[in-house]
C-alpha cells in the first residue's frame, strides 16, 4: 500500500525555522518526482516546491517562499524535506507531501500524505 507520512510540523514565531520531512513507502521513491503543497483555512491547495528524483536536481519553489524554502529529498531513506526558514504568520497552514510519476508532467501528484500543520504566530 501507497504511504506518505509526513512530519515536522509544529508552532513557531515569526522569523522561525522549521523542516518538514515525509517518508514514503509501497512505491519507487526515488524514481518519483516530489512536491509540497499547503492549504490554509478557507483557500486552495497550492504548489509551494518540487524535486526532481535525484538529489542536486531542479528543485523549483514558488515565488512566495523563494529564497526562504528549500527542498530536498534522500532516496537511501525514502524522504523529501522541506526547511523552512524566515517563516512569516501567511505560511500558516496545513502541509502536504506529494508523489508523481516521472511521465506526468504538470499535473497533481498520484499520491498524497495526510499532511502536517504549521502555525506561524507569537
Known amino acids: 500500500q501507497v504511504q506518505l507520512v509526513e512530519s515536522g510540523g509544529g508552532l513557531v514565531q515569526p522569523g522561525g525555522s522549521l523542516r518538514l520531512s515525509c517518508e514514503g513507502s509501497?512505491?519507487?521513491?526515488?524514481?518519483?518526482?516530489m512536491s509540497w503543497y499547503r492549504q490554509a483555512p478557507g483557500k486552495q491547495r497550492e504548489w509551494v516546491a518540487s524535486i526532481i528524483t535525484s538529489a542536486g536536481g531542479s528543485s523549483p519553489v514558488a515565488g512566495s517562499v523563494k529564497g526562504r524554502f528549500t527542498i530536498s529529498r534522500d532516496n537511501a531513506k525514502n524522504t523529501v524535506y522541506l526547511m523552512m526558514n524566515s517563516l512569516k504568520s501567511e505560511d500558516t497552514a496545513v502541509y502536504y507531501c506529494g508523489a508523481t510519476h516521472p511521465d506526468r508532467v504538470g499535473v497533481l501528484p498520484d499520491y498524497w500524505g495526510q499532511g502536517t500543520q504549521v502555525t506561524v504566530s507569537s
Open positions: 509501497g512505491f519507487t521513491f526515488s524514481s518519483f518526482r
